[in-house]
Structures are given as C-alpha cells and as structure tokens.
C-alpha cells in the first residue's frame, strides 16, 4: 500500500496535475496519511459518507497546524439531511475546506443554508454523466432548470463557491488493457469539456474552472492543462482503489509492470479451511472455507468466473500456470467453495485434480472489490510485506457506519 501511494504522488508530480484521493476504499487516518503524502501542502480528498469526515477531522487538524491546506469532497450531490452534520465539520475545521457536488437544482438551496451554518460558501462541483449513469448531468442537460445559471448567479453573490465539473465513470472496472482505460478518461474529459462548451455563454471567463476525472494517473503520458472554449481550465484526478488494489482493478491492467496478485494486492481476508472434498463427493474436487458473503461481499469481476483468489503460498507457489488458480468458485452467506479456476477464461481441463489444502488451514483470500470487503470489517490487521508478511506490525480503525441509524 505505502509503495502504490508513492508511486501515484510521484505521477501526479511528474504530470503537474493536482490530485484529489478518495479515501472510501479503506476509510483510515493511516491510510489516508499515505495517499496524502509529506511533500504535497494541499491535501484534497473525497469521501463517501459524512461519517468518513468525521472520523478523519483529527489527522485534518493536524495537516492544517502543520500548514497544508485541506479540502473534502463530500461525494455524492449533496442531500439535504447532510447539510447540518456537514456545516458543523466546516465549522470546526474552518473555511474552505469542504466542498459538494450538486446535479438538481433543489441542492442548491441546500448549499446555501450550509453557508448560513458554517459561515463559509462551500466548493461546488458540477457533476457530469460522462456515460456510467450513476449521478449527474449529460454534457447537453447541465443547465436542466437553469440550474448552471442559477449556480453562477449564487457564485456571484458569494454563496457558494464554484469549482467546476467533476465527473467518475466506473466504466474503467471493464478494461482489460491500458489504453482502453485510457480511451475511458478521454471520454471523462471530453464529457466534460462538452458540457463547458454547451454552456460556455452561462460561466465566467474570469474564473479558472477546474475539470476533475476519475482515473490511475499511472495510465496517462501526458496530460495538458490549458484553456478550453475561452476558459482557463485546470486539471484534477481522483482515485482511491489504488491505494490498495483488488482483483477486479488488477484485471484492468490499467498500469504496466504489475507482478502477481500476492505482490500487488495489499488487502486480504484469512478464512479457515473446514472441510475437503477430493474422493469423487462431487463433480469436481472443492474445498469448503468458513467465510462468505458477509465477508468477501459479492461483487463479480468480468475477468474470471469467481468471488476471490486463493494466494498460491496457501498451496503451491511453484505452479507452472500463472493463470491456474485456487478460485471461490460460490458463496454463501458465511461459507464459500474453493475449487480450480482460471483467471484468464473459463475453462480448466485440470479441474479434476485434487484441492491441495488440508482441514484447519487458514488461506489468505484476494477479494474482488476492496471497498465492499473492507466494509464488512471494523479495522484491519496490517502486516509488513517488506518482512515476512506474517507478523501483524499495527492495526488500523476503520470509519464504518452509514449516514444515520438504522430504524429498527
């Protein structure tokens, strides 16, 4: 993990780009110590939920004492029952620092009563449907009720504070090559230069517009940041899944000279092996482990036809076939079947030998997603893999919970 933060706060160095990392894969001050670096003074971040916020405000105070500028994206357009909890963290932390996206005119009103309770205009994004359809505007609808117009007019009056046009499209998870992650941000970017240039009679030239898109910046050559329908334009990344990686963003092989699942993957989950079945029980020789859905999630990756990669040092570290893996090939709510699998096809014709593992075991499993697998734990056990990755070296809260509690 510390190796995948350095080698991103080198890219985005390197590129001249400003960088905003997402935080909602792991959800830890540790973690997020590592994605922000040293050298930076700016740390920006986005999170997923307001309890993230709050869990992280601590580690935020302490990068403002030391003189870094902070600012949190709260990353999803802005509903009203957050606006309070939200006003209150900028409160504390002070003005500037956190920022919202809004797609629907009613969030504006929202972001003006943050302003009224945080004394501060909070950053706003714009945010674009470059595709996924996930949330957001297309480029030819983001002045659906006047709500660009509307946005400026309250940027003038400073009530809010508008930044630009963010976009993430998840499309990316798909990729099985660098340039089709590539051709994947191209479409980020040209959304939403597309719907700065539809609009472009409604902004400020005055104003520089930051353009924010989701992606590795291991995968960019080059990157130019200059001005775009009249328009000074800056360049911003965000990334999270990164930090950690997982199988399905392996898959994507969105950056050259990766190694193997066990050297890249810094997230894992040990399950014990509870029984064995290779004496013809069933079609083929499985295995059955003691852990399931409610701790690998069930999150598919278009590259294989399984929920989690066995680590070869469980079994055989010397197999010839790379692709030849111990796989989970089915889950259920506490438990999974572990049998062989390929991870490049769908095919195995040594799906009939033996399942190498013995009762009482424990395995190291590499989940599909990152974020929903972590999610399920309250902190994680950290080990040093630059020692024998075995002995745990520290542990690492995590900020679980949801916006609110759970009506029973």
């Known amino acids: 993990m510390h190796r995948h933060c350095k080698s991103l706060l080198d890219a985005v160095e390197y590129l ?5 990392a997402h935080v909602k894969t792991h959800k830890t001050l540790e973690g997020v110590r590592l994605q922000a670096g040293e050298g930076n ?8 939920t307001v309890a993230e916020i709050e869990f992280l405000q601590p580690l935020l105070h302490e990068f403002m004492e030391s003189g870094r500028q902070v600012n949190v994206l709260y990353g999803i357009p802005l509903p009203p029952s957050q606006v309070d909890r939200l ?7 002070g003005q500037g620092t956190i920022s919202v996206m809004i797609d629907h005119v009613s969030q504006l009103s929202h ?3 943050f302003a009224e309770q945080a004394s501060f205009p909070a950053g706003v994004y714009l945010k674009v449907d470059t595709g996924y359809h996930r949330a957001g505007l297309p480029p030819s609808g983001l002045n659906k009720d006047d709500l660009v117009s509307r946005l400026i007019n309250l940027d003038n009056e400073g009530k809010i504070n508008f930044i630009g046009l963010y976009s993430h499209s998840s499309l990316s998870y798909n990729d099985s090559t ?3 992650a590539m051709a994947n941000l191209g479409g980020e970017l040209t959304g939403c230069l597309d719907a700065l240039e539809k609009n472009a009679h409604l902004f400020s030239s005055d104003k520089e517009i930051t353009i924010s898109v989701g992606a590795s910046p291991q995968t960019l050559h080059k990157v130019v940041t200059e001005r775009h329908c009249g328009f000074r334009t800056k360049l911003e990344l965000h990334a999270g899944v990164y930090s950690l990686l997982d199988v ?14 066990e050297d890249e993957i810094a997230i894992s989950v040990m399950a014990e092996v509870c029984s064995v079945y290779n004496d013809g029980e069933r079609q083929q020789p499985e295995a059955l482990l003691a852990v399931g859905v409610l701790g690998l999630g069930r999150e ?10 066995i680590d070869r040092d469980a079994y055989s570290p010397d197999t010839p076939n790379l692709d030849r893996r111990l796989i989970v090939k089915r889950v259920s709510q506490e438990h999974c079947i572990v049998s062989w699998g390929l991870t490049k096809g769908h095919d195995d014709e040594n799906s009939q030998q033996p399942i190498p593992l013995e009762v009482g075991q424990t395995v190291r499993i590499y989940p599909n997603h990152a974020c929903i697998t972590g999610a399920l734990y309250g902190w994680y ?8 990755g075995h002995r745990v070296v520290d542990v690492w809260e995590r900020a679980n919970g949801w916006k609110m509690p759970i009506a029973m």
Do not use: M, N
């Open 381 to 388: 056990y950290v080990v040093d893999s630059s020692e024998d």
């Open 111 to 113: 972001v003006v009563r």
């Open 178 to 180: 660098a340039k089709q």
């Open 87 to 93: 006003a209150a963290i900028g409160r504390r932390l």
């Open 16 to 20: 001249g780009v400003d960088f905003r």
């Open 248 to 261: 399905q963003q392996f898959s994507t092989h969105s950056r050259a000279h990766l190694g193997d699942y």
């Open 41 to 48: 003074k700016d740390v920006r971040l986005v999170a997923s």
């Open 300 to 309: 598919p990756c278009a590259a294989y036809e399984g929920w989690g990669i």
